[in-house]
């Protein structure tokens, strides 16, 4: 059966005339892109929000929104999972636009008081083999594609030669060599950074303004790839140490964006030997 993608913004219209919170991501640059592109629709749709910065914050009753991204790899994040875990029972709880793999015990929550939203269909279909019920289950587009190309339009300048944004921490798949000239420019910034809306705003900005150099991005870094494309660059594509490079490229890039090249140095989307071996622990049916 063909999976229909569900369109955020009218996800979120919903709320418009709600009080809710949203919690942001910790991570890179590209996790700022994430954050500044949710901020920014929240506000075009006037949605009343609330963001917690703090662990210390209790709340009974409310709707709250985690942020998009891709922190919810059992076996490489937990950080997203515990924040989920502790607003759950007692909370509406709303995962925007996510990477998924593992974490049975929460996906099945979705009988209860927590929403996800997949980025792609892999993580669907994962969630749905993980007993996630099918009403609390969307598929859709990472939130960096809800960002307006209006708001890049100073970007849009003409750039010259290559630039080389290989990523070098542990999403890395190993296979790309890596040049004297690589920037790895996601991971200028990296942390729990991103409930605080300027430096979202300016870091994202600042990502553009590097890229916008340059006529060609060669990168394995979902959100370099995604700034580029909108900044009408050819991108070239490759995937990182699990399936998320490429089941995103196939969700929501390849039919919209033809500038940008996917260079598959993999076999199949489950490829990775931490995937793989994680499959085998948690005794996966697939």
């Not at 809306?197 to 990168?219: G, P, R």
């Amino acid at each position: 059966m063909e999976l229909v993608k569900v369109d955020i913004r009218n996800y979120l219209s919903n709320f418009i005339n709600q009080k809710v919170y949203f919690v942001p991501n910790p991570g890179n640059a590209g996790d700022a892109f994430i954050a500044y592109s949710t901020f920014y629709l929240f506000d075009e749709l006037g949605i009343n929000y609330e963001v917690i910065q703090s662990e210390s914050i209790s709340l009974t009753d409310e709707t709250i929104f985690f942020s998009g991204g891709g922190n919810l790899v059992e076996g490489k994040y937990d950080h997203l999972y515990n924040k989920i875990k502790k607003y759950l029972d007692n909370n509406k709880c709303i995962l925007l636009p996510h990477t998924i793999f593992g974490y049975q015990d929460l996906i099945r929550e979705t009988n209860n008081n927590l929403t996800i939203f997949c980025r792609e269909k892999v993580s669907y279909e994962l969630c749905m083999l993980n007993g996630a019920n099918k009403d609390n289950l969307y598929l859709s587009d990472d939130m960096a594609f809800y960002f307006p190309d209006s708001e890049l339009s100073e970007f849009r300048i003409k750039g010259s030669g290559r630039a080389y944004c290989i990523r070098t921490d542990g999403e890395s798949s190993k296979q790309i060599y890596i040049k004297d000239s690589n920037r790895d420019i996601s991971y200028s910034w990296n942390g729990e950074l991103w409930s605080n809306f300027l430096l979202s705003k300016y870091v994202t900005f600042s990502l553009a303004s590097y890229l916008c150099q340059f006529d060609e991005i060669e990168t394995d870094r979902l959100h370099i790839a995604i700034l580029a494309a909108k900044l009408n660059r050819k991108v070239i594509f490759y995937p990182n140490n699990y399936y998320k490079n490429r089941a995103v490229y196939e969700n929501s890039i390849a039919n919209t964006y033809k500038n940008v090249h996917f260079v598959n140095t993999s076999t199949d989307l489950l490829h990775s030997e931490y995937v793989m071996n994680l499959l085998k622990l948690n005794e996966f049916q697939m």
